[in-house]
Nanobody
Framework: QLQLVESGGGLVQPGGSLRLSCAVFGFTLDSYSIGWFRQAPGKDYEVVSC???????NYADFVGGRFTISRDKAKNTVDLQMNSLKPEDTAVYFC?????????????????WGQGTQVTVSS
């Protein structure tokens, strides 16, 4: 059974850092691209970052060099290191899996989703 489990969310002050982790079960990172998405209250899902099954990374424009996505194929995890966090980064963050070589970036293309982890940036 394919499953994704996020961890690492929490409350952080503006300018602070958090590291989110996505543990995947039932499949390997060589076969699936993994995306991080977020949803703020009253807003649609938006893609934050993605790492393809062949290791190509991409980021949304709003990231502006503040976040880094990485994967550990031995541990079957995909992490999102978030630095210089802003209040507008507050959202529920989800990881999701897409069976593809390259990231599409479109939420409807991702078949498997985690339960989400809350990130709150506030003083």
């Amino acid at each position: 059974q394919l499953q994704l489990v996020e961890s690492g969310g929490g409350l952080v002050q503006p300018g602070g850092s958090l590291r989110l982790s996505c543990a995947v079960f039932g499949f390997t990172l060589d076969s699936y691209s993994i995306g991080w998405f977020r949803q703020a209250p009253g807003k649609d899902y938006e893609v934050v970052s993605c790492i393809s099954s062949v290791g190509i990374t991409n980021y949304a424009d709003f990231v502006g060099g503040r976040f880094t996505i990485s994967r550990d194929k031995a541990k079957n995890t995909v992490d999102l290191q978030m630095n210089s966090l802003k209040p507008e980064d507050t959202a529920v963050y989800f990881c999701a899996a897409e069976r593809s070589v390259y990231c599409s970036g479109a939420p409807f293309s991702f078949d498997y989703w985690g339960q989400g982890t809350q990130v709150t940036v506030s003083s």
